[in-house]
């Protein structure tokens, strides 16, 4: 392992330093004073020179900026942090880079609302217009789409000051000259030269297909947003008509009969099987449907009949698609039934009943089409009310409707069974911590219905580098796209034209059109390792730090962000884009909900950090295990700002008081000094163990317990032998195991608690705690091999006698006349090599009885004299 200068390993004796002690130590401030440090002397800067075996690179999630962070997202930056010190400690030059994802509908809703104003793409751009003192969001004023992007921008920035912000309060030890935003221009760049390629290899297609839309947005939506919800409605009993019999189905959504394209029933409904291959006539509007069979449809469900519209309903495209049906869509990208009369309607009857349809919502026309099915006599019975699991955009609040529009797609293994197994075999190189969350990846590649849709109806986001040539009539051809070089990227078709063409042609007969989308904003996020590492721009750096070590994020956006970097990655470099997918849990509330706005529930980070500090937060953080939800009570922060108060109180008493600052193992020569250093090593060995395998939870718990024995235990032992006479080798092994243990506990704690941590350091050492090795066994020598149970021994009467103390109800510093300790032989060896000690704190003045005993338990009963006089 290769460190750099300052990070060296600790095994060579360290002569005394003169400790610079604070009268008072405390937490207040350490934020702002360290963190502008570390700023100055930029502390976390990655070494580009170092050979890729000696970078370790992390894929940090880019947080949302136009929205809000809660304790949550805290948490979880805070997992990655953890692993990027340890890294750093263990010699490696690490590679960390922070992200803003600015871009997408969230930005666009913020700068709507924030400054009363709407994207109009007709509109053409005004270089002179200024957003309204006073914006009203109810209603905003329509501006070009050039306009509206630059307020996008300047917004965003705004927002990304106050991440970054909280980011380094938090003290995340990011290389902030590695940023990057998933809008700006290197990101256009990359995104649209991996889109071109993708085209190139026929991995991206254009097609006119069955799509879910969010009304609302007006967008597309892929499989991966969106997210099931109960959603009031009811079951109509409707009949169909085979000649003079009935056929009843029962459908939630009546105001689709007008779209029917089909009945379907199970091919083994016995109920139905001299139906199929027949036709009946729908009610109200009388078009003859056929009767089809296909295995999706429910025998239980229901009627065990369906009817198959276009669209309904996942269900719908995959009976259209296998069953051959047409395509009769009624529903447009407003939400509304079409306003003119579909062919397939323009019968006298369907027409006029259709009037009463046109141009009505979908509840609207649920309502008259249920009126018209009274009216008919068709409706048997009155709806029954019920909840249904509709489809929803994740951001929305409207069900999904399925609409036939022109989008982009990359293929996923949606629809390739070769790519699908490609995209498990790629899943199953990456070691995934824990290592369950493997199935959540393998169950949703597995359950993927279809490619994966990349475009959006939206305005600020990273355009397709595409523009469509028009013919003699003006129409585009789709199937021959204009496309630039890749050294002119990026480029924006909306202002800018295609080579042979120029601007004044755009929009007429025989000129072109640009592609009006925009990417998702997972296409661009897709591709993180390629934006942050410089790929094609920088090979160098790409070299180094690609394919990278971890990735980290919440197991939510496996099916999302993880999974589209693995197909991007796949693509364009045959690999997995890292080596390690480390997955966090929810941070839930008390009620194990998890934190979101809509539910009240969230907590603000900044209002937890102002008021028990980083280091406390970042302990709560580390005490959340990855992969597994964790209850948020604020009440455990208290616990964490304890410890980083006990760090800087016990460093002040080594260092000021007994001013114990020789590190030097070798001068630790009597045997419960010995048997601290002992039990030391076996702490260093069981924490790093712990950290290599990303269980920082373990490596917290195993250094914290050892702290608290270290505090409890040894430093009251052994504190009146520490003052003693200077030169004397009793006192100065006191005082280097003090000096030596707690060199090592401050960077044990590190990680977690960087700011006590490195305030404790600059009292006494050079440079920051954050550059120095990981401790090892190795730098407290001999002593290393020396049995930590000579202390558990100690520990145990010194706990005996003051339990026989306070049971008296007495103060600690009442004599003991007589005590009599029973224990094993070892037990009682090893209190014999610190009887001293333990007369000196427990102020046992009298005889000390060592009885062997077959049981291990040592038992301490102490008589005790009359307490000392109050001062």
Known sequence: MTHSPENTASSETKAPAAAVVPDRAALEGLEAKWSAQWK????YAFDRTRPRSEVYSIDTPPPTVSGSLHVGHVFSYTHTDLVARFQRMQGKSVFYPMGWDDNGLPTERRVQNYYGVRCDPSLPYDPEFTPPEKPDPKRQIPISRPNFVELCERLVEEDEKVFEDLWRTLGLSVDWKQHYTTIGPKAQKVSQRAFLRNLARGEAYLQEAPTLWDVTFQTAVAQAELEAREYAGAYHRVAFHAGDQPVYIETTRPELIPSVVALVAHPDDERYQPLFGTTVTSPVFGVEIPVLAHSLAEPDKGAGIAMSCTFGDLTDVTWW????????????RDGRLSRETPEWLSGERAAAAYEELKGKTAFGAREAMVALLRESGDLDGEPTPTQRMANFYEKGDKPLEIVATRQWYITNGGRDPRLRAEMLERGAEVEWVPSHMKHRYDNWVRGLNGDWLVSRQRFFGIPFPVWYALDGEGEPDYQHPLLPPEDELPIDPSTQAPSGYSEDQRGKA??????????????TSSL??????????DPDLFERVFPMDLCTNAHDIIRTWLFSRIVRAHFENHTAPWSHAVISGFIVDPDRKKMSKS????????????KYGADAVRWRAAMARPGLDSPFDETQMKVGRRLAMKVLNVSKFVLGSVQATRVDPTLVTEPVDRALLGKLARTVDEATRAFASYDYTTALEQAEKFFWDFCDDYVELVKERAYGDEGSAATESARAALATALHVQLRLFAPFLPYATEEVWSWWQQGSVHLQAWPTTHELGEA?????????????????????????KVGMRTPVEHATITGSAAALDAIRTAESDLRAVGSI????????AA?????????????????
């Open 40 to 43: 100055a002397d930029d502390t």
């Open 321 to 332: 698609r296998e069953l051959q049906l047409p395509v009769r869509t009624l529903i447009g």
């Open 510 to 523: 025989g000129g072109f059109i640009g592609d009006p989308d925009v990417m998702d904003t997972w296409a």
């Open 528 to 537: 993180t390792p390629h934006i942050a590492g410089g790929w094609e721009e």
């Open 599 to 610: 539910k009240g529930n969230v907590v603000v980070p900044t209002e937890v950090l102002d």
């Open 784 to 808: 290393a091999s020396a049995d930590p149970e000579v202390l558990d021994a100690v520990a145990a009467v010194l706990a005996g006698v003051r339990g026989a103390k306070s049971t008296a």
């Open 845 to 852: 003045t009298g005889e000390l009885e060592l009885v062997p």
């Open 855 to 871: 049981d291990s338990e040592i038992v301490v009963d102490a008589v005790l004299g009359e307490p000392p006089p109050k001062r």
